[in-house]
């Protein structure tokens, strides 16, 4: 359950990569967020948008320009990298592709043993059982190799690695959008099924509307590096206050082709009728305010 | 979709496959290959040679007698004959392995350390480092080898084990720049950044995840670099710069050369020796590649080997032939039918069917999704009906009718069938486009393959259809190259090439998967008004059902290689009569804003 605890807040942040002849290119431009302990709040946007840079940010694999980013009080961006080893036990992170994030020469063991031999913890071994128990992988797993498992068992090694220093806050990077869509259902719930049980936050990253309704307590929209509009999951999925929401919104198919042709028919006029440019502002709609 | 057979099969949480034998050690891969066995075996050999040089010639390597004079092989007490000087070549031989062992592992060592570890330093941390490294190995390898160890002999004297040391020097930037590369890519996976998060120190994480990446390469490359230093030791040794009161196979070569006119046989076997090493490193170097990079090859069989294999799934089936009466279509409205195909892969054990026996008809303007999820054998179908099936697919069975014709019993009719009269569009735009020519010059190209056409007038209807799938200013992207437009945009010039041809049907393999929602929406609607316009019937093959629902008349439901469910679009969604239907209905209506 969200508590008012603040875990990770990020102020102001700016992320800038080196461009061409000298240039730089602005990715991310003046975000701000916070993430309170046992939420889950998803950054959704279309590629381009910046939600995997500011993930990776926050893991400290992309630089931080300008702006802030803390844990529990404390700025954590752009510290020394021994400060940022020891935030291991504290952020962690599951990506999208589970066949290159898994090492494929190491056994399922011997990678979820990694985490834990580097933070010194002790009985690492006896540990393992517990973690793969814990993502609904038979104990047998352990001895195994990546390359026998499917996506979504992969997917589970990648998730019990993320658990395995009980972090309080996991980064999900499209954990589910390699994944087969019976396979993504399963591992949605067991995303939850974790965060009642453990009280971890998560930060979801994805470009799927509806994957974050489902997940969500909140949602953060992103649109060419900024927040166009953030609030509570169910307002922002299906109430959208701002146009480029709307638009997202009513371009996801729906799996009834009588509500698909109706929506169809309502993107079509809002195309017709709306702002060029997606990114203008607030929605006028009746009954919001 | 993956059509690597080895990951067809259903996803089933909690029952992995069954386990498969996996990693031996490399020498235990290596003795398994033939050509591998033999090259170890012969290295061991003249390794134990060398050691054991004191038992086996006890006399040493220069023991003269006089009677022994340039003698001929099989002489008394010298099978080899003897040199100038009266020395057994035999036991000289015997000696100088051990010169030759140490020239190599000198030679290995200094560069392998100095050459991988500054490869995974510099690539693992670029920035200036990597600038100083890159440089002295621009140096070095402009550097005249031969030239230079013969200048050092001025400095040193003969010492053969510095002038091995310089060389292992010189040949370090090979595998510099060999570490380097592949670390360049290695640090960018995702399992790095995952060890980075985990809190694994630099060290470890070079030792653990990026070390294991350059092994392989870095092996192999140690069997050609070793077959160099016999060869620079034995042309140091020969070019007299070696220790002449010592022995090596180079000094042995170089005192039977100047007696060659009264002793031929001498060199015979220096040059032998020295040949047969080299040969020997350099044929396993291959059998190491061959052994640590077979997964990089897939395994092609022969004519005859795919001949027995589809013979024996064809026995195991024991299915009449189909009919011919049924090789015609249901009725004469339908473009395109697919009957009873079976596509399997071959396996250690025989054939392992991914496609068992599929039946599928469109019509003339019809959209037929065909959906199911990873390994269900849908891309299989698609891939079959244009003949781009991977290499290394067996079709069991089965007939590929185009208006009444079987494109699978001739390849000639397929040939004239692909591109022409079935379109394809991909699932990924970009990878699909060739970076090296303009737009327009592969549209016009493609056009001008399937319709002769002068290129004026391929260019003219090229610009109308780009307009005509929303490409705002034609003329402007028909001279763009494929990496200055997005992603939305190559998948529209790619439609506009599969229909510029005028085709019946168009195979569409996922088309929108690696798109955007909003440009996913927008491609979706193209491909409505495209297919009403021209009463193009289409294989929409996707993973997606609200992709479905949104474009389809018909849909096939696969799974495990079977099409479990075939109805009109409104009575699937309505009412599927499958488990497995409903089930992908209820995961995918899961995650969809059905009410908004």
Same mark, same amino acid.
């Given at each position: 359950?969200?508590?008012?605890?603040?875990?990770?807040?990020?102020?102001?942040?700016?992320?800038?990569?080196?461009?061409?002849?000298?240039?730089?290119?602005?990715?991310?431009?003046?975000?701000?967020?916070?993430?309170?302990?046992?939420?889950?709040?998803?950054?959704?946007?279309?590629?381009?948008?910046?939600?995997?840079?500011?993930?990776?940010?926050?893991?400290?694999?992309?630089?931080?320009?300008?702006?802030?980013?803390?844990?529990?009080?404390?700025?954590?961006?752009?510290?020394?990298?021994?400060?940022?080893?020891?935030?291991?036990?504290?952020?962690?992170?599951?990506?999208?592709?589970?066949?290159?994030?898994?090492?494929?020469?190491? #056994? +399922?063991? @011997?990678?979820?043993?990694?985490?834990? =031999? /580097?933070? $010194? %913890?002790?009985?690492?071994?006896?540990?393992?059982?517990?973690?793969?128990?814990?993502?609904?992988?038979?104990?047998?797993?352990?001895?195994?190799?990546?390359?026998?498992?499917?996506?979504?068992?992969?997917?589970?090694?990648?998730?019990?690695?993320?658990?395995?220093?009980?972090?309080?806050?996991?980064?999900?990077?499209?954990?589910?959008?390699?994944?087969?869509?019976?396979?993504?259902? #399963? +591992?949605? @719930?067991?995303?939850?099924?974790?965060? =009642? /049980?453990? $009280? %971890?936050?998560?930060?979801?990253?994805?470009?799927?509307?509806?994957?974050?309704?489902?997940?969500?307590?909140?949602?953060?929209?992103?649109?060419?590096?900024?927040?166009?509009?953030?609030?509570?999951?169910?307002?922002?999925?299906?109430?959208?206050?701002?146009?480029?929401?709307?638009?997202?919104?009513?371009?996801?198919?729906?799996?009834?082709?009588?509500?698909?042709?109706?929506?169809?028919?309502?993107?079509?006029?809002?195309?017709?009728?709306?702002?060029?440019?997606?990114?203008?502002?607030?929605?006028?709609?009746?009954?919001?305010? | 979709?993956?059509?690597?057979?080895?990951?067809?099969?259903?996803?089933?949480?909690?029952?992995?496959?069954?386990?498969?034998?996996?990693?031996?050690?490399?020498?235990?891969?290596?003795?398994?290959?033939?050509?591998?066995?033999?090259?170890?075996?012969?290295?061991?050999?003249?390794?134990?040679?060398?050691?054991?040089?004191?038992?086996?010639?006890?006399?040493?390597?220069?023991?003269?007698?006089?009677?022994?004079?340039?003698?001929?092989?099989?002489?008394?007490?010298?099978?080899?004959?003897?040199?100038?000087?009266?020395?057994?070549?035999?036991?000289?031989?015997?000696?100088?392995?051990?010169?030759?062992?140490?020239?190599?592992?000198?030679?290995?060592?200094?560069?392998?350390?100095?050459?991988?570890?500054?490869?995974?330093?510099?690539?693992?941390?670029?920035?200036?480092?990597?600038?100083?490294?890159?440089?002295?190995?621009?140096?070095?390898?402009?550097?005249?080898?031969?030239?230079?160890?013969?200048?050092?002999?001025?400095?040193?004297?003969?010492?053969?084990?510095?002038?091995?040391?310089?060389?292992?020097?010189?040949?370090?930037?090979?595998?510099?720049?060999?570490?380097?590369?592949?670390?360049?890519?290695?640090?960018?996976?995702?399992?790095?950044?995952?060890?980075?998060?985990?809190?694994?120190?630099?060290?470890?994480?070079?030792?653990?995840?990026?070390?294991?990446?350059?092994?392989?390469?870095?092996?192999?490359?140690?069997?050609?670099?070793?077959?160099?230093?016999?060869?620079?030791?034995?042309?140091?040794?020969?070019?007299?710069?070696?220790?002449?009161?010592?022995?090596?196979?180079?000094?042995?070569?170089?005192?039977?050369?100047?007696?060659?006119?009264?002793?031929?046989?001498?060199?015979?076997?220096?040059?032998?020796?020295?040949?047969?090493?080299?040969?020997?490193?350099?044929?396993?170097?291959?059998?190491?590649?061959?052994?640590?990079?077979?997964?990089?090859?897939?395994?092609?069989?022969?004519?005859?080997?795919?001949?027995?294999?589809?013979?024996?799934?064809?026995?195991?089936?024991?299915?009449?032939?189909?009919?011919?009466?049924?090789?015609?279509?249901?009725?004469?409205?339908?473009?395109?039918?697919?009957?009873?195909?079976?596509?399997?892969?071959?396996?250690?054990?025989?054939?392992?069917?991914?496609?068992?026996?599929?039946?599928?008809?469109?019509?003339?303007?019809?959209?037929?999704?065909?959906?199911?999820?990873?390994?269900?054998?849908?891309?299989?179908?698609?891939?079959?009906?244009?003949?781009?099936?991977?290499?290394?697919?067996?079709?069991?069975?089965?007939?590929?009718?185009?208006?009444?014709?079987?494109?699978?019993?001739?390849?000639?009719?397929?040939?004239?069938?692909?591109?022409?009269?079935?379109?394809?569009?991909?699932?990924?735009?970009?990878?699909?486009?060739?970076?090296?020519?303009?737009?327009?010059?592969?549209?016009?190209?493609?056009?001008?393959?399937?319709?002769?056409?002068?290129?004026?007038?391929?260019?003219?209807?090229?610009?109308?259809?780009?307009?005509?799938?929303?490409?705002?200013?034609?003329?402007?992207?028909?001279?763009?190259?494929?990496?200055?437009?997005?992603?939305?945009?190559?998948?529209?010039?790619?439609?506009?090439?599969?229909?510029?041809?005028?085709?019946?049907?168009?195979?569409?393999?996922?088309?929108?998967?690696?798109?955007?929602?909003?440009?996913?929406?927008?491609?979706?609607?193209?491909?409505?008004?495209?297919?009403?316009?021209?009463?193009?019937?289409?294989?929409?093959?996707?993973?997606?059902?609200?992709?479905?629902?949104?474009?389809?008349?018909?849909?096939?439901?696969?799974?495990?290689?079977?099409?479990?469910?075939?109805?009109?679009?409104?009575?699937?969604?309505?009412?599927?009569?499958?488990?497995?239907?409903?089930?992908?209905?209820?995961?995918?209506?899961?995650?969809?804003?059905?009410?908004?």
């Amino acid at each position: 359950m969200p508590t008012t605890e603040r875990l990770l807040e990020v102020h102001d942040l700016v992320v800038r990569f080196p461009g061409r002849r000298g240039g730089s290119i602005t990715v991310i431009d003046g975000v701000s967020f916070d993430l309170a302990a046992g939420e889950t709040l998803s950054l959704v946007g279309e590629s381009g948008s910046g939600k995997t840079t500011i993930g990776r940010a926050i893991l400290g694999l992309a630089p931080v320009t300008d702006g802030s980013i803390s844990f529990r009080g404390e700025t954590i961006s752009n510290v020394p990298r021994s400060r940022r080893r020891k935030l291991a036990s504290d952020i962690q992170v599951v990506f999208q592709d589970p066949y290159s994030s898994l090492n494929p020469s190491m #056994t +399922v063991e @011997s990678i979820l043993v990694e985490p834990l =031999a /580097a933070a $010194g %913890v002790e009985g690492g071994r006896a540990r393992v059982r517990h973690l793969l128990d814990a993502v609904g992988l038979p104990a047998g797993a352990g001895q195994r190799y990546p390359r026998e498992f499917s996506g979504g068992q992969r997917q589970r090694v990648a998730i019990a690695r993320a658990l395995a220093l009980e972090p309080a806050v996991i980064v999900c990077d499209e954990p589910t959008s390699a994944l087969d869509v019976t396979t993504q259902a #399963t +591992v949605l @719930s067991l995303f939850k099924d974790l965060q =009642a /049980a453990t $009280g %971890v936050a998560y930060l979801f990253i994805s470009h799927d509307l509806g994957v974050v309704n489902e997940i969500s307590d909140r949602i953060a929209v992103l649109y060419q590096g900024r927040i166009a509009e953030i609030g509570e999951a169910h307002q922002v999925a299906t109430r959208p206050r701002h146009e480029y929401t709307h638009r997202l919104q009513m371009a996801a198919p729906v799996a009834d082709p009588r509500k698909q042709r109706e929506r169809r028919e309502q993107r079509l006029a809002l195309l017709a009728t709306g702002p060029h440019d997606p990114g203008i502002g607030p929605l006028a709609r009746k009954g919001d305010t | 979709m993956t059509i690597n057979p080895e990951t067809v099969g259903p996803e089933a949480v909690g029952s992995a496959p069954a386990v498969q034998p996996v990693k031996r050690s490399v020498i235990g891969q290596l003795l398994r290959n033939p050509q591998g066995a033999a090259c170890l075996a012969y290295l061991a050999l003249v390794v134990l040679i060398a050691v054991s040089a004191p038992w086996l010639a006890p006399a040493g390597p220069n023991v003269t007698d006089l009677a022994a004079t340039n003698a001929p092989p099989l002489t008394a007490g010298h099978p080899l004959g003897g040199d100038s000087a009266g020395r057994d070549i035999l036991d000289r031989l015997i000696w100088g392995s051990r010169q030759t062992v140490v020239a190599v592992l000198v030679v290995v060592v200094v560069s392998v350390l100095l050459g991988v570890i500054a490869g995974l330093v510099a690539g693992f941390y670029r920035g200036r480092f990597e600038l100083v490294a890159s440089f002295v190995t621009d140096v070095i390898m402009s550097l005249p080898g031969i030239v230079l160890l013969i200048a050092l002999y001025a400095l040193t004297g003969p010492n053969i084990p510095a002038a091995m040391a310089v060389f292992g020097v010189l040949i370090a930037p090979t595998y510099y720049r060999l570490v380097r590369s592949i670390v360049l890519g290695v640090r960018n996976e995702l399992y790095v950044d995952a060890a980075r998060v985990v809190g694994l120190s630099d060290l470890r994480i070079v030792g653990r995840h990026v070390l294991w990446a350059v092994r392989a390469p870095v092996i192999i490359q140690s069997s050609f670099v070793m077959a160099a230093a016999i060869g620079i030791e034995a042309g140091v040794s020969f070019l007299g710069l070696g220790d002449p009161a010592g022995a090596s196979w180079g000094i042995v070569l170089q005192t039977s050369f100047n007696a060659i006119y009264n002793n031929a046989w001498a060199v015979l076997w220096p040059a032998l020796v020295i040949s047969l090493t080299i040969l020997t490193l350099v044929l396993l170097g291959n059998a190491l590649s061959d052994v640590l990079q077979s997964s990089a090859r897939s395994k092609l069989l022969s004519p005859r080997r795919r001949h027995a294999l589809v013979a024996a799934a064809d026995r195991a089936k024991k299915t009449a032939p189909v009919a011919d009466s049924a090789l015609v279509g249901s009725s004469d409205d339908v473009v395109l039918s697919v009957r009873d195909l079976r596509i399997g892969y071959p396996t250690a054990g025989g054939v392992d069917e991914v496609v068992h026996g599929v039946d599928l008809d469109v019509r003339r303007g019809e959209i037929h999704g065909l959906v199911g999820e990873s390994g269900s054998g849908k891309s299989q179908i698609a891939f079959s009906t244009l003949g781009i099936l991977p290499r290394e697919a067996l079709i069991l069975g089965g007939h590929v009718l185009l208006d009444g014709e079987d494109l699978l019993a001739d390849s000639r009719l397929m040939l004239a069938a692909r591109g022409r009269r079935i379109g394809y569009i991909p699932q990924e735009p970009m990878s699909n486009l060739d970076p090296s020519f303009t737009i327009g010059a592969q549209l016009v190209y493609g056009l001008r393959a399937t319709r002769p056409m002068s290129k004026g007038e391929a260019r003219r209807r090229l610009v109308e259809l780009l307009a005509r799938v929303g490409i705002t200013e034609p003329e402007r992207v028909m001279r763009l190259y494929p990496h200055q437009i997005s992603g939305g945009m190559a998948q529209r010039v790619l439609i506009c090439g599969a229909v510029a041809s005028d085709p019946d049907i168009i195979v569409a393999d996922e088309p929108t998967t690696a798109l955007d929602v909003t440009v996913q929406a927008e491609v979706l609607e193209l491909l409505r008004e495209l297919s009403r316009e021209r009463g193009l019937a289409m294989i929409l093959v996707t993973h997606n059902l609200g992709v479905v629902a949104d474009l389809c008349d018909t849909v096939s439901v696969m799974k495990d290689g079977r099409i479990v469910e075939r109805a009109d679009v409104e009575a699937i969604f309505e009412s599927p009569r499958q488990a497995y239907t409903q089930q992908l209905l209820s995961s995918s209506r899961r995650v969809e804003l059905m009410e908004i």
